[in-house]
């Protein structure tokens, strides 16, 4: 997780942003691909992009790279102005989303073109090509033309050329998309080691959450052309800022209701929810009290949620909210089962619990009546 | 697959006659050691020997050899150029009127094409030789090549281009390294299609040649009109086995390369 005193450059206001997006529009057409964008990324970033297909991630890049220019507002790299400076004399590098290589030039060659644009001596140039084979692993496949290797492997190649020349700011369009799991997460780190020792600023695509929450410094999520939320993964996580986040990043129960201030002179504060006629009212401890008497989400991640034969005692943590259902499925996940529950007015709780004991000994199994709880700031209260 | 029936059998071979037997008896002609060309008095290979002695001949080969040459090189490069910038241009007003300009030459009779460049020739006191032949030619196959390159680069992948520019390329060096690699067999191509057309060019070349420089397509036909000689024959084989052995060379070279690919990709899949 992110130490957010040792590397927090958003939070320092005197920090010179590395990027700056200043009310960027694109349209194509009619069609409005980014709308009115605002958003520094500062250098030594590991800046993730996440959303759902076509919601802009790829234009993003692709304005920063300057195949796209934006149709109204201002994109800055390093205090300068880009809108007249064309790709190929930015210091930025971009691995495309389609791998893009030459399918005329080898491995070797596709690597060592951004090189020989240098004006690189030869030495040079075949020191660090051998160097980006030896972290892709393709010393095997280096006189080989890339219809002649596999989709993980040109992938690999893709990635080896856009990192060859060391740019100040690489843009990677899901670099790791097609790798297995163990490849994939081997890649992670040896980015995340290229990203410590060169200093170079990422801007990362991707479409898996759990590479975004793994490398990622900040994470942006993105729904139709905006930015709903950037910040650390962990705050991301825990702290979502809108149902959208919330649903948007990991599994999720969403509890939907109306909110009035709780004034049961425990002084804990807080709202309760009431949500659903025969279920008793949710309490938030967490939430503000301003929320009073509007609709409001609860968004409570099925790992904070408890799952119990019995009910759990009144005056413990768990439980004051506490509801009653039958379990309608289990999924088995190795190191953990999530239990879809029912509740009596049909909605369905997702509650997620590690398994310490073997598959035959557990006690919780289809059709048992079970108690789901959890504790008054488990969830986080959203409006809407 | 499903064997031959008799029909088809019976029209492929009528196709076939069709096609080649006018060829087939040109051939056999040229051998023919009588002067009267249709009289046949046993085998000889004299009139190729005669056909190169004969200078005029000789001369208007070598013209048309070196306009071929030319004018197709030519073409080549402003038809790519033509095609490449209509085809990145995107959307501008007027880009249909445009490319529809590129091609008007592909449907205009030849003959009026020919007289309009033999006019702008008079008009500007051009000497008609073989530079204005070479203008003449390179004008019509230019739009050839426009075409045979353009339908290429409408289905080459955009980003390759944009990944050399994103690697320091510039424009030009990205043509030059990622594009042009890619797109050369349709130059290539082009480039045959061109020269081939000012081969076998009669009219456009009749309109611009002036009398110190005739082409052999011009020469034979003026030939001809004196009567068929044995000579021509020869000549005519020549150019038959010529375009054959081009033609059989550039479908083998293309069916290697499908079949290299198509390998290659099948041991990837593999791996
Ligand atoms: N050149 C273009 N012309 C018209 N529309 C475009 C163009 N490029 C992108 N778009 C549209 O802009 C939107 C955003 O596209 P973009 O490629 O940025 O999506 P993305 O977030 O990268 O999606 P994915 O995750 O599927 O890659 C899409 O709806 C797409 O159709
Ligand atoms: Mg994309």
Redesign the interface.
């Known amino acids: 997780m992110v130490n957010s005193t040792s590397f927090a450059p958003w939070n320092d206001p005197h920090a010179k942003p590395l990027i700056q997006f200043k009310n960027v529009t694109k349209r194509f057409g009619a069609f409005v691909a980014i709308e009115d964008l605002t958003q520094d990324i500062f250098a030594q970033e590991f800046f993730a992009l996440l959303g759902p297909s076509g919601c802009g991630k790829t234009t993003m890049m692709r304005m920063l790279a300057g195949f796209e220019t934006p149709t109204q507002g201002q994109i800055l790299i390093d205090g300068q102005d880009m809108a007249n400076v064309p790709p190929n004399k930015r210091a930025v590098n971009m691995m495309f989303q389609s791998y893009a290589l030459f399918p005329h030039l080898s491995v070797w060659e596709n690597i060592a073109f951004g090189l020989k644009r240098d004006g690189k001596s030869k030495s040079e140039i075949e020191t660090r090509v051998a160097e980006m084979l030896r972290l892709t692993r393709l010393e095997k496949f280096k006189s080989r033309k890339p219809h002649q290797i596999s989709g993980g492997q040109r992938q690999r190649v893709a990635l080896a050329r856009s990192l060859a020349k060391g740019p100040k700011l690489l843009l990677l369009d899901e670099p790791l998309g097609a790798l297995d799991k163990k490849l994939r997460e081997e890649t992670q780190f040896e980015l995340m080691d290229i990203q410590e020792k060169t200093g170079t600023t990422f801007v990362i695509v991707t479409h898996d959450q759990e590479e975004a929450m793994t490398v990622a410094s900040r994470v942006a999520v993105m729904d139709e052309g905006r930015i709903v939320q950037v910040d650390t993964p962990d705050k991301i996580y825990e702290e979502p800022n809108s149902v959208y986040v919330a649903d948007f990043i990991g599994d999720v129960n969403l509890l939907r209701g109306q909110a009035t201030a709780r004034k049961d002179g425990s002084g804990d504060g807080g709202i309760s929810i009431a949500w659903a006629m025969e279920q008793p009212d949710l309490i938030a401890s967490n939430a503000d009290q301003a929320l009073t008497n509007k609709s409001v989400t609860l968004a409570l991640r099925p790992e904070k949620v408890a799952i119990s034969k019995e009910r759990p005692p009144e005056d413990g943590p768990s439980g004051i909210n506490a509801l009653e259902g039958t379990v309608i499925d289990i999924g088995y996940l190795g190191n953990l089962s999530t239990y879809h529950v029912q509740l009596a007015d049909g909605t369905m709780i997702k509650a997620q619990a590690t398994n310490t004991r073997r598959v035959a000994r557990r006690d919780i199994s289809w059709e048992d009546t079970v108690w789901v709880s959890f504790t008054t700031t488990a969830g986080v209260v959203l409006e809407g | 697959m499903r064997r031959f029936s008799r029909f088809n059998a019976v029209s492929l071979t009528l196709g076939f006659a069709f096609l080649y037997l006018p060829m087939l008896i040109l051939v056999i002609y040229s051998f023919n050691s009588n002067k009267l060309v249709t009289v046949w008095a046993g085998f000889s290979t004299k009139w190729y020997g005669e056909l190169f002695q004969n200078e005029a001949f000789l001369d208007a080969a070598w013209v048309t050899l070196r306009v071929a040459v030319i004018s197709s090189t030519l073409a080549t490069i402003l038809g790519t150029m033509a095609a490449y910038a209509l085809v990145r241009a995107g959307r501008f007003s007027g880009r249909t009127l445009f490319s529809g300009m590129i091609y008007a030459p592909l449907v205009m009779p030849e003959v009026i094409t020919g007289l309009s460049l033999l006019l702008l020739f008079i008009g500007i006191g051009l000497d008609r030789g073989v530079f204005t032949i070479i203008l003449a030619h390179t004008t019509f196959s230019m739009a050839f090549v426009s075409v045979v390159v353009s339908s290429r680069l409408v289905s080459f992948?955009r980003?390759?281009e944009?990944?050399?520019?994103?690697?320091?390329?510039?424009?030009f060096?990205?043509f030059r390294?990622?594009t042009l690699?890619?797109i050369a067999p349709a130059v290539i191509s082009g480039w045959l299609l061109a020269f081939t057309l000012s081969l076998d060019d009669l009219v456009i070349a009749s309109f611009t040649s002036g009398p110190s420089a005739t082409t052999l397509p011009i020469k034979i036909f003026s030939a001809v009109r004196l009567g068929v000689s044995p000579e021509i024959n020869a000549l005519s084989t020549i150019m038959i086995g010529l375009v054959t052995v081009g033609v059989i060379t550039a479908s083998l070279v293309s069916k290697n390369t499908a079949l290299r690919?198509e390998r290659?990709?099948k041991?990837?899949?593999r791996?």
């Open positions: 992948d980003s390759l944009e990944a050399a520019l994103d690697l320091g390329a510039t424009p060096d990205a390294l990622v690699p890619i690919h290659d990709a041991a990837a899949e791996t």
